[in-house]
């Protein structure tokens, strides 16, 4: 069975430090990773996604994800995180029976100003 | 990026009571749909997948007489909460998209609020 882990629940940065959000994922073949973020009142909003080629991904926002599969990994950075950054973010892993997704408990991100 | 929508945005019932949920695809047809619960501070559960005109396929351990899912049109999937308890109280998401792959972006509304009294 797929699954996601996102070992930090909280995590606060201060505005234009650098970010990086861990996601861990297991999957019994290449997977399908994905990045979400919701803000409060809105959905979820695709980030960025992985699929194959190149495991260095960009995304919106200026969000990147490197895929490391010798580590079972896929974490999210950004060079330099805007208060607007503030909100929950979901790492994803697509796949199995259906194409579902499997998301992970999610990382709050608290930017201080 | 493509619009979903979920209507109500909140909703507060009585305990054994009814409640209803839509989820529409404002500008493309959504060839399947996802309903998902998500518990405070926890992830998005999936409850379902539905293809329009087809019978729901519900995760294991979600109660289809509980929560009757309807794909009826290409727009418009609701999940309908039946004789609702308190402990159905949850953040209700859905979620949309045209392919049938998971490289078909899905593309999430913005949730229900339902609180059971």
């Known amino acids: 069975a797929q699954s996601v882990t996102q070992p930090d629940i909280h995590i606060t940065v201060s505005e234009g430090a650098s970010l990086e959000l861990r996601c861990n994922y297991s999957?019994?073949?290449?997977?399908?990773l994905f990045w979400y973020v919701q803000s409060p009142g809105q959905g979820l909003q695709l980030l960025l996604k992985?699929?194959?080629?190149?495991?260095l991904v960009q995304g919106i926002k200026g969000f990147e994800a490197e895929f490391k599969r010798s580590q079972s990994s896929f974490n999210l950075r950004k060079p330099s995180v805007h208060w607007s950054d503030a909100a929950e973010y979901f790492c994803?892993?697509?796949?199995?029976?259906?194409?579902?997704?499997?998301f992970g408990t999610g990382t709050q991100l608290k930017v201080e100003l | 990026g493509a619009v979903v929508s979920q209507h109500p945005s909140w909703v507060i019932c009585k305990s054994g009571t009814s409640v209803k949920i839509e989820c529409r695809s404002l500008?493309?047809?959504?060839?399947?749909m996802f309903w998902y619960r998500q518990f405070p501070k926890q992830s998005l559960m999936l409850m379902a997948t539905s293809n329009e005109g087809s019978k729901a396929t519900y995760e294991q351990g979600v109660e289809k007489d509980k929560f009757l899912i309807n794909h009826a049109s290409l727009t418009l999937s609701t999940l309908t909460v039946t004789s609702a308890h308190p402990e159905d109280s949850s953040f209700y998401i859905c979620?949309?998209?045209?392919?049938?792959?998971?490289?078909?972006?899905?593309?999430f509304g913005p949730g229900t609020r339902l609180t059971v009294l």
């Open positions: 992985y699929f194959s080629g190149d495991t």
């Open positions: 994803a892993v697509g796949g199995g029976g259906g194409n579902k997704l499997t």
């Open positions: 500008d493309f047809q959504a060839t399947t």
């Open positions: 979620s949309a998209r045209s392919g049938t792959g998971v490289v078909d972006e899905q593309f």
């Open positions: 999957y019994g073949a290449t997977p399908y």
